[in-house]
DNA sequence: AGTGCGATTGACT
DNA sequence: GTCAATCGCACTA
C-alpha cells in the first residue's frame, strides 16, 4: 500500500451508481482496536433511489435511516440474523440509497482479521458482505458515522490505486429488480465473492468498462 | 401481538 | 450441490 490519505467528500460521485464504481479500489480503514486493519474494495452493488430491492424503497424507518444521511456516511444494519453489511451513503441527504461493500482485498492486520473470523483460510478473510464486516469488527455501533472522518473508528482513504478494469454483473441474493446490473467487480481478484456457480452465471452478463473515465476521478 | 422473510454464511451429503 | 441457523424489521390484524 502507497501512502494513505482520507477521502474527501467532494471527491465521491454523488450518483449511486457512479459511487460504487468510484468506491472499487479505495480503501476502507479501521482503527481504534490497538492495530490498524486494511483493505481494498474489490466488489460493490449499487441500491439507488427508487430501486424495488432497496432497504429505503417503501420509506424511511429506524433500521435504514442511515441510508438518507448525506453522502459518505456509513449503513450498518444486520442481514439473516448474522451477517452484518457495510454500506456507504449515496446520493443527497434525505435522499435513501447506499452502496453496498461486498468484498475487501486484505491490506493491514491480516492476523488480527484471522482472530475476529475465527482462524480461517486467507481467501475467506474478507470476501463476502458479512466477512469483511465480521473481519473489520463492524458492527450496528458504526451505523451512522462520517467514513470521511479519518480520526474515527472507520473510514474511507485512498492510495492512489485505481482498478485496471472494472466489471459489471447483477446483484447477489436478491429478487426484486434481480436482473438489474448494478454489481462492480474487480475482475480476477481472489477476494471477490460469490460461488463458483453464481459467478459463471454472472460472467455471461459481465462487460468490461474503462474505469479512470467512469470512476469519476479528478 | 403474531408472522414471514431476507443485500449470508458455514456445515454437511 | 443442498440446507438450516438466527433475529430485527416490516406488514397484517
New binding site residues.
Partial sequence: MRDLRALRRDELPTDTVALARFLLGTIVVRDGLGQRLAGRIVET?A?PPGDP????F??R????AA?FLPLGHA?V???????L?L?VASETEDVGA?V?V?ALHPLAGLPQMATH??L?RLR?LT??????A?AMRIDRTLDGIDLMASAGPLWLGTDGGVPEQIGTTV??????AADRPLRFIVPGDPFV?G???LNRAADLALRLGAPKAEAGLP
Fill in positions: 452493488e441500491y430491492a432497496s432497504h429505503a417503501r420509506r424507518t429506524a433500521r435504514n441510508m449503513y444494519y444486520l442481514a439473516y440474523g448474522t451477517a453489511m454500506n447506499a453496498l461486498r473470523r475465527g480461517e475467506d470476501r463476502g458482505p458479512g466477512r469483511l465480521q446483484r447477489i441474493g436478491i429478487t426484486k465473492s460461488p463458483t456457480a
